[in-house]
């Protein structure tokens, strides 16, 4: 038991000294007219990836991000007195491409899924989420890196969300949420 204790501390060593791990902090600023779009602003947004694969050309990973978003102050009304703030979890897999000619440029592609959570606090309006609320769906993404040296880069993306149809959320003006993010990132 002891030898495969050292063998699997050997095999983990080995495996972190060629990691490919990055930390990412970005602005999420919301471009649609939606309910999200219209209503919130984005606060700060934050995420790591994991590189699995690479080859000359194209490498691809996991990413894990989280963001946050607050309700604007004209949100409210004299009929209504309320806060809202939104918690977004983003897993995803991504494919990033290596362009000879340009070798700082990496265009990001990726697809995963997301948790949005509403939390309210105090006389929220119908079409609202009541109390705390989750709602899943699709995210889809595209985007692009720039080194700025071997670890530091800036990357920017566009983010679709599409969240599931149900309950408050049948119309599509209650489901899509169309993000812009620009950020940094640092390779560990």
Do not use: C
């Amino acid at each position: 038991m002891r030898n495969f204790f050292f063998l699997f501390l050997g095999l983990f060593g080995a495996q972190a000294q060629t990691s490919s791990w990055s930390v990412e902090l970005s602005y999420p600023a919301l471009v649609d007219q939606n309910f999200v779009g219209a209503n919130f602003n984005g606060i700060v947004e934050a995420g790591t990836k994991y590189q699995f694969w690479e080859n000359l050309s194209f490498k691809t990973g996991v990413s894990l991000h989280t963001g946050l978003f607050k309700d604007k102050d004209g949100i409210q009304d004299p009929t209504t007195d309320f806060d809202l703030l939104i918690w977004t979890l983003q897993p995803r897999i991504y494919g990033e491409l290596f362009l000879p000619t340009l070798p700082q440029f990496h265009p990001i592609i990726g697809i995963g899924y997301s948790a949005v959570t509403f939390f309210t606090n105090g006389n929220v309006m119908t079409f609202f989420p009541q109390g705390n609320e989750t709602r899943y769906g699709v995210n889809v993404a595209a985007g692009f890196s720039l080194d700025v040296s071997k670890q530091w880069y800036f990357h920017a993306s566009y983010d679709f969300i599409k969240l599931s149809n149900s309950g408050n959320f049948t119309n599509p003006y209650l489901q899509n949420i169309n993000l812009v993010k620009l950020g940094v990132g640092y390779r560990i």
